[in-house]
T-cell receptor
Framework: NSKVIQTPRYLVKGQGQKAKMRCIPE?????VFWYQQNKNNEFKFLIN????????QIDMTEKRFSAECPSNSPCSLEIQSSEAGDSALYLC??????????????FGPGTRLLVL | AQKVTQTQTSISVMEKTTVTMDCVYE???????LFWYKQTASGEIVFLIR??????ENATVGHYSLNFQKPKSSIGLIITATQIEDSAVYFC??????????????FGAGTRLKVIA
């Protein structure tokens, strides 16, 4: 089904530490999304990119996260100073622009972050 | 604001039976897109099926089909001949309006399906 790659699958950090996760979108998908899924299964949109450009991000992401999608390199999402409340499943999704399937997001397996 | 509601928190069914999961949505858009995803125990999210609002025919993919009732803003997922492997959490989602390339997606709270042998 999906060919979105996320690494690492699991990440354990102490409070105040940086936590960095990476995503390689599906080939031919220039639009990339990051979501945070909490233990109640709720999805929180964090940021999205089209190629290297940020399209939208929420306030929390702007203040506490560092994210980029450089050309010819994996996209990344980094929490600058981890907090216990950041423990969650971080999901990367991508979609194409144009074509019948352009509106469908495909998800990676996620990075499960635990902040101790 | 757009909203997606899944009222069924959890469903248990016997293997090889048919199950329907409900989803209702709110939107002011005249054209929109609806999706169903499955999240397995490992956390992996798999795209299952989509319905484009302008299409009258219900979408079908394998043993998944949709019951799209546009006047009721409802998009139910039907799984026929359920298998143990169908046990998962199922999410309904809708694409919000926005500038091309800048769409966001709204997700329901999920329905946990347990298929019993």
């Amino acid at each position: 089904n999906s060919k979105v790659i996320q690494t690492p699958r699991y990440l354990v950090k102490g409070q105040g530490q940086k936590a960095k996760m990476r995503c390689i979108p599906e080939k031919g998908h220039p639009v990339v999304f990051w979501y945070q899924q909490n233990k109640n299964n709720e999805f929180k949109f964090l940021i999205n990119f089209q190629n290297q450009e940020v399209l939208q991000q929420i306030d929390m992401t702007e203040k506490r996260f560092s994210a980029e999608c450089p050309s010819n390199s994996p996209c990344s999402l980094e929490i600058q100073s981890s907090e216990a409340g950041d423990s969650a499943l971080y999901l990367c999704a991508s979609r194409r622009l144009g074509g019948r399937d352009q509106d469908t997001q495909y998800f990676g397996p996620g990075t499960r972050l635990l902040v101790l | 604001a757009q909203k997606v509601t899944q009222t069924q928190t959890s469903i248990s069914v016997m293997e090889k039976t048919t199950v329907t999961m409900d989803c209702v949505y709110e939107t002011q858009d005249s054209s929109y897109f609806l999706f169903w995803y499955k999240q397995t125990a490992s956390g992996e999210i798999v795209f299952l099926i989509r319905q484009d609002s302008y299409k009258k025919e219900n979408a079908t993919v394998g043993h998944y089909s949709l019951n799209f009732q546009k006047p009721k803003s409802s998009i139910g997922l039907i799984i026929t001949a359920t298998q143990i492997e169908d046990s998962a959490v199922y999410f309904c989602a809708m694409r919000e309006a926005g500038n091309t390339g800048n769409y966001k997606y709204v997700f329901g709270a999920g329905t946990r399906l347990k298929v019993i042998a």
